[in-house]
């Protein structure tokens, strides 16, 4: 079954560069969460997209923003990188409005490196 | 205090051992509670998902709701190498807004 893509899997860049990360959800999916998983810890909640617009709003800097397009996809951008965003950032994916039974799935993570 | 706590482990069993994995949560509106199991390097993979209190099965695993006590549990029976990784609780109250556990690593030693 198709899952959740994401590119790149790693991704080096200086500080104060810019890092554009792509999300594309599983199929006839609307719903896109991004989240932050630093070293050893549990994920972060960034911000989520439901049919195109922003859904929920979560503990993300306003150096980054992000965009879910007409075909579903979503990229989050981050600027002005800071060495502490170096971490693995996660999008999942879900049907919404199904009355709960879709559950989050996970892609296997961009790895960002900040230097 | 975090809404949802869980140990972190480290949890070492030998292979066919049954393993009980636990979390609890302090805020009552959460209706929906999920198992992820994540490989190092790799993205959390859903393992249960349930809604409300009660059990559900699927193969070797068991995950429990305890919404009176604010617990939940996941079991693994016959638990075996590959079963190693680290398993995240997680839990919500609309299908969004999702509230991890810390992980728990688990290693199954042949």
């Known amino acids: 079954a198709a899952g959740v893509i994401q590119s790149p899997r790693h991704l080096i860049k200086e500080k104060r560069e810019t890092a554009t990360l792509k999300c594309y959800p599983i199929?006839?999916?609307?719903?896109v969460y991004w989240y932050q998983q630093g070293p050893g810890q549990d994920p972060q909640f960034l911000i989520s997209?439901?049919?195109?617009?922003?859904?929920d709003k979560g503990s993300i800097p306003d150096r980054f923003s992000a965009q879910q397009f007409s075909d579903y996809h979503s990229e989050l951008n981050m600027s002005s990188l800071e060495l502490g965003d170096s971490a693995l950032y996660f999008c999942?994916?879900?049907?919404?409005?199904?009355?709960?039974?879709?559950?989050?799935?996970f892609g296997n993570g961009t790895r960002l490196t900040v230097t | 205090q975090k809404e949802v706590e869980q140990d972190p482990g480290p949890l070492s069993v030998p292979e066919g051992a049954i393993v009980s994995l636990n979390c609890t949560y302090s805020?009552?509106?959460?209706?929906?509670f999920m198992w992820y199991r994540q490989y190092s390097r790799k993205g959390p993979e859903l393992l249960m998902y349930?809604?409300?209190?009660g059990n559900k099965e699927d193969g070797r695993f068991t995950a429990q709701v305890d919404k009176s006590s604010k617990y939940i549990s996941l079991f693994i029976r016959d638990s075996q190498p590959s079963d190693s990784a680290t398993y995240l609780c997680a839990m919500s109250y609309n299908n969004n807004d999702m509230r991890f556990g810390a992980g728990t690593r688990l290693t199954v030693k042949p």
């Open positions: 199929p006839r999916h609307d719903t």
């Open positions: 349930t809604y409300s209190s």
């Open positions: 805020n009552s509106a959460f209706q929906y």
């Open positions: 997209f439901y049919e195109k617009m922003q859904s």
């Open positions: 999942a994916s879900s049907l919404a409005g199904t009355g709960g039974d879709s559950p989050l799935h």
